[in-house]
């Protein structure tokens, strides 16, 4: 609905997606008709440029989107390569600039449009880009689009030597939402190149309005900024892409980390080495989080992963990575690592999508409506890409309706007593609320509104979550008794995979443990039988809490 929303207030200009490859947009890889079947529905919505990517730079991750695109749309197919390391470090020879031309040659021998350099985390350098830019231009004949993020302050820089190098498209961010782990500021830009050959008519007195509009709207949206007040050089040694890194501190302090923050910021540097120094780029990028939070969690150097790694109950996310569900990087796995975290598990090599069964979008759909009325086919689509956050979303969306239309502050903060608010629930159709009061709480914990809708009196009962909020203390496992099975991490105990008195061979899972998208699976250090089950599902836990006994 808000891309159809956006295509009809904005019919002139192009608008463009992400989407990972073979991993849609998400987190694994789907079927191929389940991705041809979300572009040409994209395409259909209003997209016109799909930018498609791999995590891995693997060209057999993107060979199969690139032809969807040109094959069941008239949108643009912009392939992208996304940089990492850097190329003038004569120490880092993995990612030299040969290794980006030929990725350069094959997108544009594979049908790409366009060339996009997609550059996360910010790290090609002004001097790097000067090299960089022109040997593509003499590589390949289709336009070059760079993109990077602004997390050293140093980027503009980079920016100018890309253009005076012949770089055909820029990312920009409008100067209220511009900087650090955004996109430099197109204000500014706009400035640095006029009276040059570069310069491009913008009207700097509306860009300047329409920054102002957006840096007021910014502070509505405070608790999630990425907690950074300037720029740091620490990007080029941590290497955390700009995207991630607000969503890597909220991950942090779901699982107690926080005041570690540093910490893991180190540890995703090691998280990386282990992992065979890969380009960090969603999906990839959240695999080496959810890495270095685990280390952090467990008091892990790398040296103790690799040595303890068959007694350690590693991330799901890592599992799957290291097995080939994401793709295969430049030379491959790291052996140890793999052997490590895989323990007897073979990994395969083959592109993910040749082991995964098409999607009967038929019978889906059939199925799919009968247990959601008034959905459409783009819900189904969604839920097929991410199964638990539609059907959270869903039910969401049946208790509260379409809670979009209320005001952002309103949304995040609520109402206090006295404050009103106007809501347009269709085009030229308001309502004004006004929060009256509110009641004493009752012995079940329910508090009366009373609000005036329009003028006229209603009243809501409301649970109120802060009542009788009860501390859990859980009991803590002796780390030392190997009849006792504790939770490794901070979380959320989602899944509990056994009963009392079941036999589990080594291995075998146990119960999972999920924390702000990461997934945990613990599994049985040893034969066992399980004893009793101290917690049960959707129990909140800490690290070290027992969860279960053996007999």
Known sequence: ARLTRLREAVPNIMLQM???GANGVGYKAYPDNLTEKFVAEASEKGIDLFRIFDSL?????????LNFVRRQTPGLAEGSICYTGDILDPSRPKYNLNYYLTLA??????GAHILCIK?????LKPYAAAELIPALRETVKI???????????LQAATYLKAVEAGVNVIDVALGGLSGLTSQPNFNSVVEML???PRHREFDQHSLNEFSDYFEALREQYYPFESGLLAGTAEV?????????YSNLRPQAAALGLLDKFEEVKQRFHDANELLGDIPKVTPSSKVVGDLSLFMVSNNLTPQDVLEKGPTLNFPESVRELLRGDIGQPEGGWPAGMQQAVLRDEKPFTE????????????RAWVDFEKANPYTQFTDLLSSLLYPKVFADYWEFRKSYGDVSRIPTPVFFFGLKEGEETIIEIARGKSIIIRLQSIGPVNEEGMRTMFFTLNGQTRNLEVRDQRVAVKTVHNAKADRANPKQVAAPLQGLLSKMLVQAGQQVPKNAPLFVIEAMKMETTITAPADLTVGSLTLGEGARVQADDLVLTVA
């Open 194 to 196: 006029r009276h040059s």
């Open 18 to 20: 992400l989407i990972r």
């Open 143 to 153: 336009p070059i689009h760079l993109h990077t993020h602004d997390t050293s302050s």
């Open 57 to 65: 730079n693997w060209m057999k991750g993107m060979e199969g989107c």
């Open 236 to 244: 080029y040694a941590h290497e955390i892409p700009g995207g991630q």
């Open 351 to 362: 592109r993910p999508g040749e082991h995964l069964a098409p999607i009967d979008f038929e």
């Open 105 to 110: 040659r094959q997108l544009e021998e594979a």
């Open 119 to 123: 550059d996360m985390a910010g790290l």
